[in-house]
């Protein structure tokens, strides 16, 4: 069955991602949480919690790292050390070597790629853990493992790579990091595709099909040899012949923010603004990319805009913040939100002033709340897939 590039769905955010605010989350067999009251301090003003914040900066110093996405509202991000995508800020946290703590203005899966790589000394928190990612929740370790046992039926799976996108769970990548395979994010994704394809002829690519497909077709990979693995059905939804002819087998997940641009929106941008160009997320379906001028990473986003000339028009098909925010950093240029519809990443906005202030008090307290720490057996596994991507680039 060829894949349909706009086929989609709809998901609940279920599971650890959406856990309530926690002492500490145990990733791996077995998760402990315990509430905690949070209520007082969203009674607090804006500007005493920024002080709140800023004094627990220079208290700690230099033993205290935040990281914060692209993603994030103006109001945090602008505590950040060093801000980045997913990519960018998996380096920091494997890079930093004077920190003893990080708060991840992030979502859960990022604070777990943090935990993972940085040394072992280093705690890792989110301020939230309500904010997660619906991506990562498309795919999880049960259903990734039932499509690997279904796939041995009809081809050797020692000719499959698994490769999953960053935006995923750390047992994921584990399971990345057992079968040989290798972690992805949107700046490297080709690179990790050709170093998939120079070791085995086949690619399990989750949870983004839509990142997964953009991908191979640059690399000229038939739309044919591309079938759409549904995990809620029998064979993913596919026949056997043509799993059996499959190059890259797609997850059915996709980015909530990123499927809502539509080709329309592109000509309708186009309409308005005659001489603008338009500059997309790979998240996108198919029929936007293609409809794109460029197509990009968050940090390729960032740049493009960075180095274009005065009076350039932008239409940008990515997180609304992030639009905004460089709208206001290049005022000399015409930069728009691609699509007429509000489009943000929801979960990551759960991490506010307040969230902030309290987690950052409480490790200032010694009494730390929130921390992500991944088991050991999984941590091993997702660190060789971590580094395996690392290593490519």
Not at 8 to 13: A, D, Q, R, S
Not at 181 to 197: D, H, K, M, Q, Y
Not at 211 to 234: C, F, H, I, K
């Amino acid at each position: 069955m060829a894949s349909d590039p706009d086929e989609g769905f709809t998901v609940v955010l279920t599971g650890r991602s959406l856990t309530a605010m926690t002492t500490t989350a145990t990733i791996g067999p077995t998760t402990g949480i315990t509430s905690l009251p949070f209520e007082p301090y969203r009674d607090r003003p804006d500007d005493e919690l920024r002080q709140r914040i800023l004094a627990v900066k220079e208290e700690l110093s230099d033993a205290l790292l935040i990281l914060g996405h692209h993603y994030q509202q103006d109001e945090v991000i602008q505590f950040a050390d060093m801000r980045g995508d997913s990519y960018k800020l998996s380096q920091l946290a494997a890079q930093s070597q004077t920190c003893r703590s990080i708060v991840f203005c992030g979502v859960h899966f990022m604070a777990e790629t943090a935990d993972v790589l940085s040394r072992d000394e280093v705690a890792v928190y989110l301020p939230d853990l309500a904010a997660g990612c619906s991506m990562a929740d498309m795919a999880d370790l049960e259903s990734v493992e039932a499509a690997w046992q279904d796939l041995s039926d009809l081809v050797d799976t020692k000719d499959i790579t698994p490769v999953t996108y960053i935006n995923s769970s750390a047992d994921l990548k584990a399971f990345c990091g057992r079968h040989g395979g290798i972690v992805c994010t949107s700046s490297n994704a080709r690179a990790v595709l050709e170093w998939a394809f120079a070791r085995r002829s086949r690619v399990l690519f989750f949870p983004d099909q839509h990142l997964g497909r953009n991908t191979a077709r640059t690399m000229n990979v038939p739309l044919e040899q591309m079938p759409v693995w549904d995990p809620r059905r029998p064979l993913g939804g596919n026949t056997a012949d043509s799993l059996r002819s499959s190059r890259v087998i797609l997850w059915r997940g996709h980015c909530s923010v990123h499927q809502r641009f539509r080709p329309e929106h592109v000509a309708q941008f186009r309409q308005r603004f005659p001489a603008s160009r338009i500059l997309v997320h790979p998240e996108c379906t198919m029929k936007v990319v293609e409809a794109a001028d460029l197509v990009g990473s968050t940090e390729f986003i960032i740049k493009t805009v960075q180095q274009a000339p005065a009076g350039s028009v932008w239409g940008i098909g990515t997180e609304l913040h992030l639009v905004n925010r460089l709208a206001h950093e290049h005022p000399d240029q015409t930069i728009q939100f691609l699509s007429p519809m509000v489009c943000m990443c929801a979960t990551m906005y759960r991490i506010d002033l307040p969230h902030l202030a309290w987690c950052l008090e409480n490790l200032a307290r010694n009494t730390p709340v929130n921390r992500i720490r991944v088991d050991s057996e999984t941590a091993h596994w997702s660190r060789v897939a971590l580094q395996r991507m690392l290593e490519v680039n």
